[in-house]
């Protein structure tokens, strides 16, 4: 069983249209999520995390994400795309068999590419 | 946010050669990293746990005698690919950091001939 689900391998956008990108989680999986992008043929950049606290979290360049424990989702948005969004989007958890803290490793979802298009 | 780097950034190397990979953090002190493994158009997925002045932790199915780990200190971890074959082709990319934020180094792209 996965521990955080990616649903929609692909979305497409027009420029400056809503973005969503869908993750789901497991129930048991300790509640901390993240979600990375990641350029072609690079890292993984930290866009934003949700640990404890508000459940509404923001982070860089204009996206925001919503933990909600009723819907075990973590979805990720953004008001208007911009054309340098495009890239692939990763929701991140610890294991299902983390245990405790896990120190910081992580299982990440199937990936969602983002098109935006003019 | 942390740095962590990687060297070399691509490498090429022929069938049954080892291949070195350097995971550096050059801000902050890492006593755990990760290693990761992403074939093309997939998810990342966990490799192995490299922890510092023990032996490498590595996740089921990671053959850990061909992916060799080594964290002699608190900024470098190692991942020597021995033997290295076609199928081992893939992006090899490192993180370290807190239990609630990872930082990631940039990737290494192996080709295996």
């Known amino acids: 069983a996965q521990s955080v689900t990616q649903l929609g391998s692909h979305v497409s956008v027009s420029e400056g249209a809503l973005v969503l990108l869908r993750c789901n989680y497991s129930?048991?999986?300790?509640?901390?999520l993240f979600w990375y992008v990641q350029y072609p043929n690079q890292g993984l950049q930290l866009l934003l995390k949700?640990?404890?606290?508000?459940?509404l979290v923001k982070g860089i360049n204009g996206f925001e994400a919503e933990f909600k424990k009723s819907e075990t989702s973590f979805h990720l948005t953004k008001p208007s795309a911009h054309m340098s969004d495009a890239a692939e989007y990763f929701c991140a958890g610890p294991p299902l068999n983390a245990g405790g803290t896990s120190y910081g490793k992580l299982t990440f979802g199937q990936g969602t590419i983002l098109t935006v298009h003019p | 946010g942390a740095v962590v780097s990687q060297h070399p950034s691509w490498v090429i190397c022929k069938s049954g050669t080892s291949v070195k990979i350097e995971c550096r953090s050059l801000d902050f002190q890492a006593t755990t990293m990760f290693w990761y493994r992403q074939f093309p158009k997939q998810s990342l997925m966990l490799m192995a746990t490299s922890n510092e002045g023990s032996k490498a932790t590595y996740e089921q199915g990671v053959e850990k005698d061909k992916f060799l780990i080594n964290h002699a200190s608190l900024t470098l971890s190692t991942l020597t690919v021995t033997s290295a074959h076609p199928e081992d082709s893939s992006f090899y990319i490192c993180?370290?950091?807190?239990?609630?934020?990872?930082?990631f180094g940039p990737g290494t792209r192996l080709t295996v001939l």
């Open positions: 993180s370290g950091g807190r239990v609630h934020e990872q930082f």
């Open positions: 129930s048991s999986v300790p509640p901390y």
């Open positions: 949700y640990t404890t606290g508000a459940t």
